[in-house]
């Protein structure tokens, strides 16, 4: 994919205030700090297009980019931080199910999973749940930079039993190296319209 132009278009927390541009869209979700915002910036060829943070839940809203007037990516606040205030960790579930369950536009949703964690009920769930919206999740490892490549075969193999995915189904990346850009780039195109 050649990046012409990545914009932020912008933030919402409620239907009435998402994008009408009626552009395709792809979301990004994970836990918190697993590291969606920095692989979208890797996949646009942009270091700050979304802003990143070692701080887990700093992505509160739902964030619309524009990619090449085409279509659009969606960075989805991460769930499963404790620290984030209560009040605002209550507000999120609904958000992003809210945003999942009604928007008519999304082609695909990329499940974001730190390599080195064993995925919990809340991926399994989530897959799950996505089914009943005929969206089958596009699923991401990410953070391989931080394993040796014996202990990335080791966390792919758990990842893939965890989830009860096919191993060759899970993409291993890192924004660090960029390693798995372009598998991700080709998982995104085959649930874009043509
Ligand atoms: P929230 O918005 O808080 O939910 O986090 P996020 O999922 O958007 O994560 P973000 O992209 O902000 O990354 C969190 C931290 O992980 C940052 O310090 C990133 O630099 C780091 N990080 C993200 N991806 C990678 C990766 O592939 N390799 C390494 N080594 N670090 C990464
Ligand atoms: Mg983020």
């Given at each position: 994919m050649i990046i012409k132009s990545a914009e932020f278009v912008k933030s919402a927390v409620k239907p009435s205030q998402y994008p009408t541009d009626n552009l395709?869209?792809?979301?990004?979700?994970?836990?918190?700090?697993?590291?969606?915002?920095?692989?979208?910036?890797?996949?646009?060829?942009?270091k700050n297009l979304v802003k990143t943070s070692s701080t887990p839940g700093r992505t509160q809203l739902i964030n619309f980019f524009n990619v090449n007037n085409l279509f659009s990516f969606v960075d989805l606040p991460g769930y499963g931080y404790a620290r984030v205030p209560?009040?605002?960790?209550?507000?999120?579930?609904?958000?992003?199910?809210?945003?999942l369950s009604t928007r008519s536009t999304i082609r695909g949703v990329v499940l974001i999973l730190d390599i080195r964690r064993k995925p919990t009920?809340?991926?399994?769930?989530?897959?799950?749940?996505?089914?009943?919206?005929a969206i089958s999740p596009i699923l991401v490892l990410t953070k391989i930079d931080k394993l040796s490549k014996t202990n990335q075969i080791k966390q792919h193999d758990l990842a893939a039993k965890g989830l009860g995915i096919n191993p060759l189904d899970i993409i291993l990346f890192s924004a660090k190296t960029r390693k798995g850009r372009d598998a991700?780039?080709?998982a995104i195109k085959k649930v874009m319209p043509s």
């Open positions: 395709p869209e792809i979301a990004f979700a994970g836990r918190s700090n697993v590291g969606k915002s920095s692989l979208i910036n890797t996949l646009v060829n942009r209560e009040a605002v960790r209550k507000e999120w579930g609904p958000m992003i199910e809210k945003y009920e809340v991926e399994v769930d989530f897959i799950q749940w996505l089914k009943q919206y991700v780039w080709d």
